[in-house]
């Protein structure tokens, strides 16, 4: 790795399946059956019925729900401009995750546009997810 | 909070330095300078002091967190001082309502008689103050560096708060303005001298577009303190009391305080509103019910807010026109507006004056102060 990469995220046992998951390239959140609801951040229980979590493959589909484009280099291997992104996931009202929106210039950017999961190689076996306009390559 | 404890407990003296940006000094240099004189203020030597709540963590992402280099705990400032301290704390999150708001339960309980209060902050020479060159992250982090989201999701709330409600950087820029005008009234603040022009602000850099540089609040080398006593104690000392009418978290809904205090929405002639970045004062002011939901960005048009304005919001320039003190430096203007001292800003006939601090991201405290 060079010493300008991005950085990777350090799982804990609460997160470690969902960056398991990443490597592999798929998008899992953990979900409780009994509210029939998904928790994330990842809690060790349901944060409404304190019940069992369990892993479920999402679609890896969502809208922004909003964006911005950083114009700074304050985090090393980013180079400016690049955009950050909260995107509501298809299976659930206000869920949402933080990540950079990818293959789209900031003119192209804009709240409720349809997007999909893709995930960025950060070397030795992780991989984060990112989202791109729905449909692209 | 117990209305009982209305006006039982008052803000009685004020230390503060020069706001300057890398300035060479010392944080121990300015943090004693701002405890001496708060001290020395209310009337009182170091030997009458027997409390002291502290908020020393540098949340920047370059800090050392170093005790005496870039943070100050209550060890430091207890030997520096050379107090005899009863109660002694320091409070994790930046933002200093969680002290302030210690130090009236101490008071209130009889743990301490005097107490201290000191927020003092850090710029270290040639280092970047958001830089990050973390090259992995854990906990809540985890989700966001890999990103390169360091001081983004304010700007992320921007973008939808102008899509949703048609907000626009002009009606921003009537925030921004307002403050840098009331810093122009600021002997201590950083941008005093240095007016801001719509212009200046629409043709700035971006840092997280839709905000620029004049969004965020200004990193500097200063302190600030105050002291407190209970009621009865107050009335001994050189200045008007600052009494604290009202103090309720953050978790509370936003009217709380003037159910608390008994003091209504209505009587609050000036309120000192957390503005680490400027949306912030848009949402206090709508949290706070000032501005109905979505109408704080026509709220504050036409200089409602800034000097001589309907509400004069930060009086003394927050710290985007004074500098980055996390709150200590509202809690100072609201108390010197309290007690009629605040110079050339004082707001004519001031009896309340509301200060609410932190944000969605750092919950805190809001206080009602009043003349009693």
Redo the contacts between chains.
Sequence with gaps: MTTN????????PE?QPY?DAAARHALELPYCDACARYVF?PRPTCTRCLGELRWVAMSGRGTV??????????????DP??L???VELDEQSGLR????LIDCT?DEAS?GMRVEVAFED?GDGVA?P?FRPEGGA | MDPALRNKTAIVGVGYTQMERKSGRSLPNVAMEAAVNAIADAGLTPADIDGYAGTPKAPNASAFHWDGVDEISERYMGSALGLNLRWASDFNRGVVGDAVAAAIQSLVTGTANYVLCLRAMYERPGVRYAASESSASGGPEQYTAPYGVGIGAMALWLQRYMHDYGATREELFDVVSALREHAQLNPYAYWRGKPLSLDDYLSSRWVYEPMCLYDYDIPVTGAGAVVLTTADRATALPHKPAYISGFVSTRERGDAIFEASGIGREAVQAAQLYDGFSPVVWKWLEELGFAGKGEAHEFTRNGRIGPGGALPVTTFGGSQGEGRLHGMGHVREGAMQVMGRAGERQVPGLENCLVALGFDAVPSWVLMLSTG
Excluded: C, K
């Excluded at chain 1, 729900?65 to 980013?78: D, I, L, V």
């Design positions: 990469a991005r950085p990777i995220p350090i799982p804990d997160s960056w951040p729900y909003s964006y911005a484009t950083m114009h700074e280099s304050y985090m090393r291997g980013f401009p690049y950050v992104a909260q995750l933080t990540t950079n900031p709240i950060r984060v990112q």
